[in-house]
């Protein structure tokens, strides 16, 4: 039985959705700390990543399962101080970085233990709290549904994005030519800067036009796209025969028009997942293949998380508002205690 040499408060600062609507509805408050069932770990956060689900939940618009915390937040960075699990991996005051089921803007959080990961070495606590959720959404969707492999071609809408900057570093790694789509020069710039062979601003050209002319009229075999809408036919003209379309948010409308036929004779896949509502044995599962593929990249120093800029919990309003402005290349965290 392991002794806790970590003092525990009652109580901790949080952040929690007063009612659902604009950035100002997030305020401070102060909760109990989070009991442990069996199989977890608490965490002392010292980071705690800002993603795009939380802004979906914050207006109302991405259903909390009924096992998650109200609280918002998917991904962290800080210390085990209690654990609740005979056959833990993890010892008291180990440094973690783990995929959260809500919770994560908070001073404590309860997580199970198959969804932390220890601090790739070459890692500050900030950069790890990027790694949980975008990590493994990218990693889940491009390589384990998209069966992305060396020599492929892969184009990956918002490239600029904290999923678009972690989805091109990880697929140029793995020997895939990468092009990438973002809003403005800079941003493209960024993002030829990270591994693109090309970025398209979508704003000033067809992006289904210049990835036919780039690859010789053939198309890309992956697609990764967080728009949906209108761009699933533009994204089906330029995949490949045999080409695989992976849908991870609908920024762009939940509806749109496709043709069957063209499908059907190309072959294509169209899929797509949220990793939020997967059970907890899935997501230990994707903690597991991510270590097992990718760890050898953050341990190089050859991948690295890119943060746009670091809040106070107490700003959490304030990091939501600059990552719904979009003018961004990266990732937003918030420091959450020290």
Known sequence: MRQNQFEIPQEMQAIEILEFGGPENLRSC????????????LIKVLFAGVNRPDLLQRQGNYKVPETASDIPGLEVSGTVVDIKDTNSKFNLGDKVCALCHGGGYAEY????SGHCMKIPTTF??????????????????????????????????????????????????????????????????????LGASKCINYKTKQFEDEIMSL?????????????????????????????????????GGIKNEVNFAN???????????????QSSQAKSEYVE????????????DKIKPIIQQEFDLNQASEAHKALENGDHIGKFIMKVSN
């Open 289 to 300: 293949s991510l270590i097992e593929g990718a760890w050898m990249w953050f341990e190089s």
């Open 215 to 251: 690859t010789n009229g053939k198309g890309v075999d992956v697609i990764l796209d967080m728009v949906a809408g209108s761009y699933v036919p533009r994204n089906l003209k330029c995949l490949s025969p045999d080409g695989r379309l992976i849908i991870i948010a609908v920024q």
């Open 124 to 193: 500050s606590m900030q950069e790890a709290a990027c790694i949980p959720e975008t990590f493994i959404t990218v990693w889940s969707n491009l390589f384990v549904r998209g069966k992305l492999k060396a020599n492929d071609k892969v184009l990956i809408h918002g490239g600029a994005s904290g999923i678009g900057t972690t989805a091109i570093q990880l697929a140029k790694s793995f020997g895939a030519t990468v092009y990438a789509t973002a809003g403005n020069e800079k941003k493209c710039l960024a993002a030829e800067k």
């Open 30 to 41: 102060t909760r109990p700390i989070p009991k442990l069932s069996n199989g977890q770990v």
């Open 263 to 277: 499908i059907m004779i190309k072959r294509q896949t169209i899929t797509g997942s949220t990793l939020r509502p």
């Open 109 to 112: 959080v309860a997580v199970d």
